[in-house]
């Protein structure tokens, strides 16, 4: 009887154990577009025949040798409350590494163009990433920090923490040492927002958006029929059955295009395995071969946009 109970305890503290350790996003530190911009670390890209510019952050680590120590004191202080993180500068190298190898074997992405951010949000595959923007004040003998972090969810590229504020002044000049006790004050309630975001999505789904368009010379369009019903109407169908309760938007329906926004996906398959919009869009794509010998590519932009080209029907 008394072994019984034991065990009864200890099956009971376990089970709480593993319901108060919530899993924790991914997290990745990098600057802010606006110390980016205000230290000159930018650069510019061909955005489809249209020059655009963007943050630099391979010249910012290079460059400015405090921007590594800041990332590194906020990662540190993100791991000791249990954050996975992804480090920005080994990021950078696959993206190089994986850019050279595109480089050897060209493949087309259906016109879908992506920005150099966008490749670095698929490489580095973190759920959140924080950006960080500070500035030093100094007067007389003693220092202080003037910060603010954001947290941006990397799939829909919306604010979802925030916190801000300035540290007590200080004797000291070393940055991480600032940092810290400027952010101490704050960190705990800026992850509870993180924390709370994510559990939002296991329980309501991750946000990602989906675009079908058709190419010019596909016999193939939306208003085609199937089984007696248009072909959007039976992609919407599609979209009730595989988002979390049936939650999506859709923001355009032509002939040529189909636009869903606020798409929410499961966060793992039926399997329980991990699900990215990529894997999830594809069993779209599957769909319409197997049940009406469509024949659709699949492209994605970043982490959170898929795209469904439709190029007709197979022979």
């Known amino acids: 009887m008394k072994k019984t109970f034991i065990n009864i305890i200890f099956l009971c503290a376990f089970t709480l154990t593993g319901f108060c350790q919530a899993k924790k996003p991914t997290i990745m530190v990098v600057p802010s577009d606006v110390w980016c911009y205000q230290n000159g670390f930018v650069k510019e890209y061909d955005d489809m025949g249209s020059k655009s510019t963007i943050s630099d952050y391979k010249a910012a680590l290079l460059k400015n040798p405090d921007l590594t120590l800041a990332i590194s004191k906020i990662g540190e202080m993100m791991s000791e409350r249990g954050f996975n993180l992804k480090v920005l500068a080994d990021c950078l190298k696959a993206l190089d590494t994986e850019a050279a190898e595109e480089s050897v074997s060209m493949t087309d992405q259906g016109g879908i163009a992506e920005s150099p951010i966008d490749k670095l949000r698929k490489v580095a595959k973190a759920d959140i990433w924080m950006q960080l923007m500070w500035t030093v004040n100094k007067k007389g003998p003693q220092h202080t920090l003037t910060f603010n972090l954001q947290g941006i969810d990397a799939y829909t590229n919306k604010q979802i923490a925030a916190a801000s504020g300035t540290g007590e002044p200080s004797f000291s000049v070393e940055l991480p040492v600032l940092l810290e006790e400027a952010i101490i004050g704050h960190i705990d309630q800026f992850n ?24 010019n010379d596909s016999d193939v369009n939306f208003e085609s029929e199937f089984d007696g019903d248009e072909l959007s109407f039976l992609i919407e169908d599609w979209m009730a059955q595989n988002t979390v309760s049936g939650r999506f938007s859709t923001s355009d329906v032509t002939e040529n295009r189909m636009k869903f926004e606020q798409v929410r996906i499961p ?49």
């Open 267 to 315: 966060m793992v398959n039926a399997n329980g395995r991990a699900l990215d919009t990529r894997n999830w869009a594809n069993e779209l794509r599957k769909a319409l071969r197997t049940k009406y010998n469509i024949k659709a590519k699949l492209s994605t932009k970043g982490l959170g946009q898929a795209y469904i080209i439709i190029e007709g029907s197979q022979q």
């Open 192 to 215: 509870s927002q993180l924390q709370a975001h994510f559990d939002d999505l296991f329980e309501n789904g991750r946000e990602v958006s989906l675009e079908c368009k058709r190419t």
